[in-house]
């Protein structure tokens, strides 16, 4: 996920480390921080597969600055990595967020209608963080009023989002 959002902003414009780190930082915010020993190397491997050039270019202390771009095979791996996402990048609400933050880089309305139809399929599929034999647990039976307030917040949550998706795949395909 952390090589999509790095493809992802680089093919927007290009930046310099520390701002694409903070980028990355605002998208993904507290719940997944990304840490410079996890962004650092990720830009040296896609610099070194070829999907990022760097130059430098004078900072404004006495640090210069890394000025990272996208090549070819960059944007074309992000476009790859945007038609068909991993599994996860549908069912994990914050990588699919993540996903969606670059989706109209895709330039195929119906390549993206596609995405977002897997998740809308993941989204109708009867689930819950509780269960009782074997059966999905609903906020009206979880007899705890903090597992009712996950339940319900999540079923909120759920039903905007399959609105949403509903009302953009049927734009994306109109």
Do not use: C
């Not at 493809?7 to 414009?13: I, K, N, P, R």
């Not at 079923?155 to 905007?160: F, I």
Request: glycine share 8%; hydrophobic share 45%.
């Amino acid at each position: 996920m952390l090589e999509l959002t790095i493809l992802g902003f680089l093919a927007e414009q290009t930046l310099h480390g520390y701002e694409l780190k903070e980028r990355i930082r605002a998208l993904s915010g507290h719940v997944r921080p990304v840490s410079d020993g996890a962004l650092y190397p990720a830009i040296a491997r896609l610099l070194k597969a070829g999907k990022l050039t760097e130059h430098t270019e004078p900072g404004t202390g006495a640090a210069p600055r890394r000025i990272l771009s996208l090549t070819s095979a960059g944007r074309a791996d992000l476009l790859e990595r945007l038609r068909n996402p991993k599994e996860a990048d549908i069912t994990d609400g914050q990588r699919f967020f993540t996903l969606l933050a670059f989706l109209g880089l895709l330039p195929d309305r119906r390549e993206q209608a596609a995405v977002l139809r897997r998740r809308q399929a993941f989204l109708d599929t009867p689930a819950s963080f509780f269960y009782r034999a074997g059966e999905p647990v609903r906020a009206e039976n979880a007899g705890d009023v903090f597992r009712q307030g996950m339940l319900r917040i999540a079923r909120a949550t759920g039903a905007e989002e399959k609105r949403w998706l509903a009302e953009t795949i049927a734009e994306l395909e109109a």
